[in-house]
């Protein structure tokens, strides 16, 4: 197996997607079991290689990068096609293959229209190989290509399985396709902000000595004090701006609601669960380690839009009628929490952070999953419409009961440690930040608990308790069928296990945070 | 061996096989109720059994920890490390550990949720028959019974937090059992807000401790208090954070208000919940860190607000039960008012009378919510309006009902007046004399309230529908199970005499520091006495005779008073209309606006700018590479078409020109820079 660990094992992980989406469009397109069938054992086929990869990851050793290669790329630019996970990121890796697996899965009978399973699993399948790519990358060049690989098919999805519902543009009377209007809105913030990342990663490139993109070395360079001064700041805000657009921090956070209420069941699942990570991610691999002194300048301000960001995304959550754009907003206050965590700059802080970003992913997906189930059913998101789901559907009420209580962070279930540790994390920064700063981040996050305690519990108010409305009671319904359930089971499962032993996130995260926190802060 | 060390020592205590072994008491309920989830319906009781049997298992286990215990103390701690969680700069590692204490104050928990949980699930198989959530029912209430044990088992602040959440949790979906009925579904909101509300208090004092301790340990914060490694100034203000969780869990003044409420959920719900075993999860706090709240360093700052919060509530609330008319409320009240007794005397540092009341009040309030649900299972309605007369009718609900109201009310020699005097004979000697008479006031006004429940529910004339019958034997022998609990287990600990008790719930690690009274106070304990009764006389000449308590009833209605109780001096109202409903409805709209508006219109603006712009470019310049704009305007408007025109022609120029836009910005930057 020698092979599979010098990064052949995550070579494959990344990109069987992309084979598989090359098979499903040689297929004839009437074909759509052959088409589904592939697409499922390519993505199954990933996820097992990465599986392999947490098998044989060396647990003791995971501050280094491992698994990996470094190979000539791109010479013109000295760019390498340089790999390797380590703890931070190997529970990211899998979770972006087994989430892809189970949206795979989840899409089996439910086709959000146009239809055309074969164009959506090719994208899905794109979509894949740019995710578990950013999570591998090492190399600034390698990163940025799978960073913008993830955006055209997404853009994809929400353009033309989005909804297909008309809005009116607050203040502005311009009428606007939901699908066409989140789309495009997804895209183009996006680029904002990456073009910004791109300009930071070609000024490290110039200003290292020798050039290069590798981020290995660039973070030697980093904790050498070569890019400090005006430079440092430069480059830091660069890099901001394209991580706080994808995480999405306030205020860069409005093209977040619209594309994840718009795109079809699959896309949201996909944004929440991985999309949003790539940013948090981004802090953590790139802008800590190559920019530790700008990092600690920075995270006074980080720490408290963070804090706006839990405050005020679930105020927002408060104000919403529309079930999925309630979820969606949620993620603004749950990123919140990880940006927070990061910003502490401690051990306690980024591993909060991990297990945050892991958390979400289950949970939000898992909710996104719920919520298309539901509009599948009821043909609206209108909570107001809504009721008595529990006794239509107990299944699916159950489970949407239990991933509500996992999101409003409730101990023995996975969302708990990231919001706890980071408010834990808060309390000492690490030295020389601002301790009243962090200490008022931190009682301000624990009462953005309880906003978000209020609007899941009174989400599940409004969609799963009460009497069934009179639209309702004489309609026949299915409660979860075997494709939603098998979506949908290994993520309760996960937020089970990660909840009671958190251990299955931190033994992998631990000593690769404590090293990276030694190393850069130290 | 602990009896020969000096109080405010630390003992080494033994463990012994029933110690090690005694993981099994959290762990026994939760599988159960997982059990039930599963397999519940396909048994033959429906998954009672599964519950019951849980039950059943910790009452043996807890009467034979506490046996041993008493024979020869028990002080141990076992833990399984789950995870190191990092380090905190400059204090070291924070370690995730689960683990279970068997001390003098476990036991006595194990053995009251034990004994208490098993009459009350039993007395459940009656009174929830043929509901439509039977199984489920069981479920929950035995993940109750399980997350409590995890929280009593709780050696560190962590675990603690999880059963504190779990008992949470439990009550929500209790009290919401009936979720068709929204206002149901209301009071298990309320439930929950108002226990999130107090647990910042909780959540942020357990990061001042195991961050000044560096660990979770109850014992090593502890020790880190005790040495001084926790400056004075965190530990008080750690101490009052996790005095705001216990507030919110034992329903303190002004968080009270959820647990009236909580009377929505079924009447065994309320029993062992919301009276006897959950809502004293706070007082169980402050008795497990009272090594911190009874520091030297710490108690001078914080005893009189710990005081002042239990002497409120015992009064406040109490009074409030003399206006209700739904029996549950009635007591519901009376329980707050309890544990202002039992927060009081902890906060005044008398550990053992705080907990001796914990224990008879477990026993004699979870009877008295029992029997008045046998009575509502029989007359169907909460109301005592439409009982009476029910003497005859129902011989053994009326027998233990007022067995647990003279309990309740610390008539001699039932299990309450014992306990109660233990806590104003120790308010007296340390001299919190103020306190003193508002608690022997508030004996007064029990009485008064029991006296009146008693009176308007069993004498008199029946005033309901139908004809009422007493309960089924699965339901009235759990009542005289329970009954022997509260004329009995006052005598477990009498000055003087006998006090088991004390010598029980001393038996810990930390041996608290405390007065211990080594004969009756007969002063104290005689007005204390005198004082009930009277509360009973009054009591009776107001409403024994039902022709006339309509007329009682109205000249109770003092003016001025009456409203405020009846509003429940208008708490509620303000939290509703001056808090959360602002929060819910005005507050979040002007956020979610603000994002509309002021935000997403900056971005949607620049949107439009650029097409206008672009626009005027295009029209004068002729396409100089500004299709960005364009497509971008095109988009926004919709103009661009259908989606597949726009998806297959717009992007790729897009991109390119954002591409082609960095490359610029890139230039402008290395321009700068070198």
Redesign the interface.
């Known amino acids: 197996m020698e092979w599979f660990d010098n990064g052949w094992g995550l070579s494959l992980t990344v990109f069987l997607p992309l084979v598989g989406a090359a098979v499903v469009m040689a297929l004839p397109r009437r074909n759509e079991l052959a088409v589904k069938s592939t697409a499922l054992v390519f993505a199954s086929l990933s996820l097992l290689t990465s599986i392999i990869v947490a098998l044989r990851f060396d647990y003791g050793d995971t501050s280094q990068f491992q698994m990996g290669t470094d190979l000539a790329w791109i010479e013109a630019i000295s760019s390498r096609f340089h790999i390797g996970v380590d703890g931070i990121s190997l529970p990211l890796l899998v979770l972006s293959t087994a989430i892809t697996v189970l949206s795979v899965i989840y899409s089996w009978n439910h086709w959000p229209e146009p239809h055309n399973p074969k164009a959506f699993l090719v994208l899905m399948l794109v979509l894949a190989t740019g995710m578990a790519g950013t999570f591998v990358a090492l190399d600034l060049i390698l990163f940025f290509v799978f960073f913008e690989v993830v955006l055209l098919p997404m853009y994809f999805m929400i353009g033309i399985w989005g909804d297909r519902t008309k809005r009116r543009l607050a203040g502005l009377g311009v009428e606007v396709e939901m699908r066409l209007y989140a789309s495009i809105k997804f895209f183009l913030f996006t680029l904002f902000g990456s073009a910004f990342m791109l300009l930071g990663f070609l000024a490290l490139f110039f200003k290292a000595e020798p050039n290069t993109f590798d981020m290995v070395a660039l973070s030697e360079l980093g904790r050498a004090g070569v890019f400090t001064g005006t430079f440092g700041f430069w480059v830091f805000a660069a890099l901001f701006l394209g991580f706080a657009v994808k995480v999405p921090m306030w205020p860069f956070h409005t093209w977040l609601p619209d594309a994840h209420t718009a795109a079809p069941t699959v896309g949201s699942v996909l944004l929440a669960a991985i999309l949003l990570k790539l940013g948090t991610y981004g802090f953590v691999r790139i802008s800590l380690p190559i920019l530790p002194q700008q990092a600690q300048d920075w995270a006074p301000a980080i720490a408290i839009l963070a804090v706006i960001s839990i405050i005020y995304g679930s105020l927002a959550c408060l104000a919403q009628t529309d079930v999925k754009r309630l979820i969606a907003f949620s993620s603004v206050g749950h990123m919140g929490f990880v940006m927070l965590g990061i910003a502490t700059l401690t051990d306690i802080g980024i591993n909060a952070a991990v297990i945050g970003m892991v958390a979400h992913g289950i949970i939000t997906g898992l909710l996104f999953f719920l919520a298309g189930s539901m509009q599948h059913r009821y043909h609206t998101r209108e909570m107001s419409r809504l009721g008595g789901n529990m006794k239509l559907m107990p299944v699916l009420g159950g489970i949407l009961g239990f991933t509500a209580m996992a999101s409003l962070g409730l101990p023995g279930l996975a969302g708990f440690w990231g919001e706890f540790m980071a408010l834990l994390g808060s309390f000492n920064p690490l030295d020389g930040l601002n301790l009243g700063v962090f200490r008022t981040a931190m009682v301000l996050g624990a009462v953005g608990t309880v906003l978000t305690a209020g609007y899941l519990l009174w989400m599940l108010q409004r969609v799963n308790l009460g009497e069934v409305p009179a639209e309702w009671a004489s309609k026949e319904f299915h409660d979860a069928d075997g494709f939603e359930l098998a979506a949908w089971v290994p993520l309760v499962l996960a937020t089970l296990i990660i909840g009671i032993w958190p251990k299955a996130v931190f033994g992998a995260t631990n000593d690769a945070v404590v090293s990276l926190v030694e190393r850069t802060f130290g | 061996m602990f009896l020969a060390a000096e109080e405010g020592e630390k003992v080494e205590l033994v463990g012994g096989f029933l110690a090690e072994w005694a993981w099994l008491i959290p762990v026994v309920p939760l599988v159960a109720a997982a059990a039930i989830v599963f397999f519940g319906k396909r048994l033959p009781y429906k998954g009672w059994e599964l519950a019951v049997g849980a039950l059943g298992f910790v009452a043996v286990y807890g009467t034979a920890l506490l046996i041993g215990h008493a024979m020869t103390p028990m002080g141990f701690e076992d833990h399984v490390t ?10 070291g590692d ?1 370690v ?1 550990e689960w683990g279970w204490t068997v001390d003098g104050l476990s036991i006595m928990m194990y053995f009251l949720v034990g004994v208490v949980g098993f009459f009350v699930f039993t007395y459940a198989k009656g009174y929830m028959e043929g509901d439509v959530r039977f199984t489920w029912f069981f479920a929950a209430f035995t993940l109750f019974a399980g997350t409590m044990l995890v929280l009593v088992s709780a050696p560190n602040m ?1 675990q603690l ?2 059963g ?3 008992v949470g ?1 439990s009550s ?1 979906l209790l009290i ?1 059992h009936y ?4 206002e149901n ?2 009071a ?2 309320k439930a ?2 108002t226990n ?2 107090a ?2 208090g909780l ?2 004092g357990v ?2 401790f ?2 000044g301790a560096g660990s979770f340990r109850f014992l090593d914060v502890f020790e880190a208090v005790e040495s001084g490694a926790i400056s004075s100034g965190f530990a008080v203000a750690g101490a009052l954070l996790i005095f705001l969780g216990a507030m919110g869990k034992s329903g303190q003044f002004p968080l009270h208000v959820w647990l009236p409420d909580a009377m929505a959920g079924p009447t065994p719900v309320s029993s062992l919940m919301h009276a006897a075993t959950m809502v004293t999860a706070g007082v169980y706090l402050i008795a497990r860190m009272f090594p911190v709240f009874d520091a030297p360093a710490v108690a001078g700052d914080i005893r009189w607000l710990l005081i002042t919060i239990g002497v409120i509530t015992l009064f406040a609330t109490g009074l409030i039960a003399l206006v209700q008319d739904d029996i549950k409320k009635v007591l519901a009240y009376s329980t707050l008012s309890q544990l202002g007794y039992m927060t009081a005397a902890v906060g005044a540092g008398a550990y053992t009378a705080g907990l001796f009341h914990l224990f008879t009040h477990a026993f004699f309030k979870a009877l008295l919510f029992l029997a008045a649900g046998s009575v509502i299972h029989a007359v169907h309605s909460n109301n005592m309006s439409d009982m009476g007369g029910l003497r005859s009718a129902m011989p053994h609900t009326f027998r233990t009902f007022v067995i647990g109201s003279l309990a309740l009310a610390g008539i001699l020699p039932f299990a309450g007046f014992w306990s109660k005097d233990e806590i104003l004979a120790t308010l007296n000697h340390d001299g919190y004399t103020a306190a003193l008479v508002v608690a022997t006031a508030g004996a007064f006004v029990t009485a008064f309230y029991m006296g009146r429940a008693v009176f308007l529910t069993f004498f008199g004339e029946y005033r309901g529908q139908g004809q009422p019958h007493e309960s089924p034997p699965i339901m009235t022998v759990p009542l005289y199970g329970l009954a022997a609990g509260a004329v009995f287990f006052g005598f477990l600990n009498v000055p003087g005499l006998y006090t088991g008790f004390t010598d029980w719930v001393t038996a810990r690690v930390f041996v608290p520091q405390e007065y211990h009274p080594e004969s009756i106070d007969f002063v104290v304990g005689g007005i204390g006495l005198l004082v009930a009764l009277a509360g009973i006389a009054a009591a009776y000449v107001l409403f024994f005779r039902d022709a006339e308590s309509q007329a009682a009833r109205d000249r109770f209605s003092i003016p001025v008073l009456y409203p405020i109780l009846e509003n429940k001096y208008f708490i509620d109202d303000f939290y509703m209309k001056g808090i959360i409903n602002p ?2 409805l005005q ?3 002007a ?2 606006w603000s ?3 002021i ?3 900056a ?3 620049a ?2 700018a650029t097409r206008v712009a672009a626009r005027f470019v295009y029209d004068i310049l002729d396409q100089l590479g500004i299709d960005f704009g364009i497509n ?1 305007a095109g ?4 103009e ?1 078409g259908g ?2 025109r ?2 297959q022609t ?2 790729v120029q ?2 390119a020109a ?2 082609v ?2 490359a610029v ?2 230039a402008a ?2 321009i700068i ?1 070198a």
């Not at chain 2, 789950?82 to 204090?91: E, I, K, N, S």
């Not at chain 2, 979720?179 to 929204?182: H, K």
């Open positions: 789950l995870v190191d969680a990092g380090t905190v700069p400059g204090l924070l995730l962590i937090i999880v504190w959440e779990g949790l929500y919401g979720w068709e009925d929204m579904v209301w298990g909101n929950f807000i999130k509300i647990d910042i959540f942020l990061i001042v195991a961050i929060t819910r507050i979040a709209a956020v979610n994002n509309d508006r935000i997403d219109f971005v949607n603006a949107g439009v971008a988009a926004v408007t919709g661009a989606a597949l726009l998806t717009g992007k897009q991109y954002v591409v836009a960095g910005l890139l930057g290395f820079f």
